[in-house]
């Protein structure tokens, strides 16, 4: 056989035999067309076969992909501009949806994508207003952009895995007036807060003192009312002394009257010495 022929026959048959396989590498997502019609997209890493000049496979990338967007202008609910600077996770989770609405090309489902989320993001702040924009509600905004998107690219067979925004700017000829009343919107509610301090104080106080009132008050009606039980009890002892020896209990009460007024430089008392307030010192046997 001609050497030539045996030759031209090896390249025929090695390019059979290389276009009737193909590989899956771990980053990749394979699908097989037949005549330009999807065929199989379930493949796994491996080495597969397929009919030569049939069938082709096109391939694109499981890994994650980044859409880095420059800075863009968004209106908020009070008709403000602001630019903002976002980026986007996304990867292929259907590949014959992703193939149907780009045809496989990935700068177009990109750029798809990037509408939706603008879209998104756009419809977001037109329902706030610059400070909550630009406070701690921007991680709400966001979220719930991110829960509308993801809805959206379903349908393009891609998911969304994070938005996330890199700076929020002010264009230059606003950023003055919405900061000054920023700040005078803080101004506002730290005097409101102040308020309800003082308020809630003055409350307090004015509790304290009713409370100190009502105490002293129930004190002192207490300290009556045991006082009042002493002077009867102190008034029936009195009385059942007395009425066991009248002699000496007026004896014992004269004992108490004169300890309690003689000797003292504080007073002077002018009194008849024939009185009775001085019987017991002239009769010393007139208690016994």
């Known amino acids: 056989m001609n050497p030539r022929l045996i030759g031209i026959v090896a390249i025929a048959v090695a390019l059979l035999a290389a276009s009737s396989v193909f590989t899956v590498d771990e980053r990749e997502i394979a699908v097989q067309f037949r005549f330009g019609e999807i065929q199989n997209t379930d493949f796994t890493p491996g080495i597969y076969?397929?009919?030569?000049?049939?069938?082709?496979?096109?391939?694109?990338?499981?890994?994650?992909?980044?859409?880095?967007?420059?800075?863009?202008?968004?209106?908020?609910?009070?008709?403000?501009?602001?630019?903002?600077?976002?980026?986007?996770?996304?990867?292929?989770?259907?590949?014959?949806?992703?193939?149907?609405?780009?045809?496989?090309?990935?700068?177009?489902?990109?750029?798809?994508?990037?509408?939706?989320?603008?879209?998104?993001?756009?419809?977001?702040?037109a329902k706030r207003t610059v400070p909550q924009v630009v406070s701690a509600e921007?991680?709400?905004?966001?979220?719930?952009?991110?829960?509308?998107?993801?809805?959206?690219?379903?349908?393009?067979?891609?998911?969304?895995?994070?938005?996330?925004?890199?700076?929020?700017?002010?264009?230059?000829?606003?950023?003055?007036?919405?900061?000054?009343?920023?700040?005078?919107?803080?101004?506002?509610?730290?005097?409101?807060?102040?308020?309800?301090?003082?308020?809630?104080?003055?409350?307090?106080?004015?509790?304290?003192?009713?409370?100190?009132?009502?105490?002293?008050?129930?004190?002192?009606?207490?300290?009556?009312k045991v006082r009042g039980q002493g002077d009867a009890e102190a008034a029936r002892i009195y009385a059942e002394a007395y009425r066991r020896n009248p002699d000496f209990f007026t004896f014992y009460r004269s004992m108490q009257a004169y300890r309690s007024s003689l000797g003292k430089d504080s007073g002077l008392m002018v009194l008849d010495g024939g009185g009775e307030f001085f019987r017991y010192l002239r009769e010393p046997g007139a208690g016994q």
């Open 49 to 125: 076969l397929k009919a030569p000049f049939v069938d082709t496979v096109v391939k694109f990338p499981r890994r994650l992909l980044t859409i880095d967007n420059p800075q863009e202008l968004f209106l908020t609910f009070e008709k403000k501009n602001l630019f903002v600077d976002f980026f986007i996770k996304w990867r292929i989770t259907d590949v014959q949806a992703y193939y149907r609405a780009s045809r496989g090309d990935e700068s177009l489902a990109a750029q798809r994508l990037l509408e939706i989320v603008k879209d998104g993001i756009r419809g977001e702040f």
């Open 138 to 224: 921007r991680r709400e905004l966001m979220d719930r952009m991110l829960a509308d998107v993801r809805k959206s690219a379903r349908e393009l067979g891609i998911e969304v895995i994070d938005v996330r925004v890199k700076r929020t700017e002010f264009p230059e000829q606003v950023s003055d007036s919405v900061f000054e009343r920023m700040r005078q919107e803080r101004a506002r509610v730290a005097a409101e807060l102040r308020a309800q301090g003082a308020e809630a104080a003055e409350q307090i106080r004015a509790e304290a003192d009713r409370q100190r009132v009502v105490t002293i008050a129930e004190a002192y009606r207490d300290a009556e």
